[in-house]
């Protein structure tokens, strides 16, 4: 599940009025409103777990889809949080170096909210940090000038996902009365407790193979028991001999699941002998 508003057409109008009238979701330094991201269904915005009204606005969404489909699962993707609109989208979705130009304009450098506050960090893990994401000036619901003040994506961000399996696994214990099971892309200290992870996209080659033990081994470490890789590789095409091994591998990772995305199919039944490979490894497994 996308963090986007799901369901009908009315459902995302009302969840969308109530959780603007509630100050639900978070805010763009740039324009001071709702910020906008891109995510697969289009225009998003992201809920504020710090607004008391989030997990409400968040239980009426997975009710709605309830309605449709009784799941006894859900997958949370894209929860990092991802946006295909680098820091945010312009209301008309103009070109991205445009935008920058145009919002910062906005700007009269008085407000708590300053658009260009981490422009320049002193250290940058890697590639620009609102790569693929929000942007790090976005502010979450606060009750207080102290809240105002930290509650920015700076600070709040990796505990985004976290909230959201939290709020999903009570979702699952207290409306529907069942036990969750809930798999998760993004995760932080204290997800295990709520939510099970795979390790993301990865490729479809031998070095990825070998990096999946290393990343089993972490979580376990990092108290994210149940964590799987994508077997035979999420991105490029497998080939029969690195998937019938992956699939013996993986059969004994805590989480299996042979997953791909725009690649030749893969599933253990196309090849004959990663089929039979795959059924003597995944029988084994549970018969420990």
């Given at each position: 599940?996308?963090?986007g508003?799901?369901?009908?057409?009315?459902?995302?109008?009302?969840?969308?009025?109530?959780?603007?009238?509630?100050?639900?979701?978070?805010?763009?330094?740039?324009?001071?409103?709702t910020?906008?991201?891109?995510?697969w269904?289009?225009?998003?915005?992201?809920?504020s777990?710090?607004?008391?009204?989030?997990?409400?606005?968040?239980?009426?969404?997975?009710?709605?889809?309830?309605?449709?489909?009784?799941?006894?699962?859900?997958?949370?993707?894209?929860?990092?949080?991802?946006?295909?609109?680098?820091?945010?989208?312009?209301?008309?979705?103009?070109?991205e170096?445009?935008?920058?130009?145009?919002?910062?304009?906005?700007?009269?450098?008085?407000?708590?909210?300053?658009?260009?506050e981490?422009?320049?960090?002193?250290?940058?893990?890697?590639?620009?940090?609102?790569?693929?994401?929000?942007s790090l000036?976005?502010?979450?619901?606060?009750?207080?000038?102290?809240?105002?003040?930290?509650?920015?994506?700076?600070n709040?961000?990796?505990?985004?996902?976290?909230?959201?399996?939290?709020?999903?696994?009570?979702?699952?214990?207290?409306?529907?009365?069942r036990?969750?099971f809930?798999?998760?892309?993004?995760?932080?200290?204290?997800?295990?407790?709520?939510?099970?992870?795979?390790?993301?996209?990865?490729?479809?080659?031998?070095?990825?193979?070998?990096?999946?033990?290393?990343?089993?081994?972490?979580?376990q470490?990092?108290?994210?028991?149940?964590v799987?890789?994508?077997m035979?590789?999420?991105?490029?095409?497998?080939?029969?001999?690195?998937?019938?091994?992956?699939?013996?591998?993986?059969?004994?990772?805590?989480?299996?699941?042979?997953?791909?995305?725009?690649?030749?199919?893969?599933?253990?039944?196309?090849?004959?002998?990663?089929?039979?490979?795959?059924?003597?490894?995944?029988?084994?497994?549970y018969?420990?």
């Amino acid at each position: 599940m996308q963090r986007g508003l799901v369901g009908s057409e009315m459902c995302i109008r009302d969840s969308y009025n109530m959780g603007e009238e509630n100050s639900a979701f978070i805010k763009s330094a740039f324009t001071k409103k709702t910020l906008v991201g891109k995510v697969w269904p289009g225009a998003v915005v992201f809920l504020s777990w710090y607004s008391p009204y989030s997990t409400s606005l968040w239980y009426e969404g997975l009710s709605d889809i309830y309605k449709l489909v009784e799941f006894d699962g859900i997958w949370l993707d894209m929860n990092e949080i991802s946006s295909l609109c680098r820091g945010e989208c312009p209301p008309d979705f103009i070109a991205e170096t445009e935008n920058k130009r145009m919002l910062r304009m906005l700007d009269d450098g008085k407000d708590p909210h300053d658009p260009k506050e981490f422009d320049d960090l002193m250290y940058k893990p890697g590639k620009d940090p609102t790569d693929a994401t929000i942007s790090l000036t976005g502010y979450e619901n606060s009750t207080n000038d102290f809240e105002d003040k930290v509650r920015k994506q700076y600070n709040t961000h990796s505990l985004w996902s976290l909230y959201e399996a939290k709020v999903t696994h009570q979702f699952f214990t207290e409306k529907l009365k069942r036990r969750p099971f809930i798999l998760t892309r993004a995760n932080f200290p204290g997800s295990g407790l709520f939510a099970s992870k795979w390790l993301g996209d990865n490729h479809s080659t031998w070095e990825y193979l070998r990096y999946s033990i290393v990343g089993m081994y972490n979580f376990q470490m990092f108290g994210i028991p149940l964590v799987g890789s994508d077997m035979c590789g999420f991105i490029d095409n497998t080939n029969e001999e690195l998937c019938l091994r992956w699939m013996q591998l993986g059969s004994f990772y805590p989480f299996s699941r042979n997953h791909n995305g725009a690649s030749q199919p893969q599933e253990p039944y196309v090849w004959d002998s990663v089929a039979l490979a795959a059924r003597n490894a995944l029988r084994q497994k549970y018969s420990i």
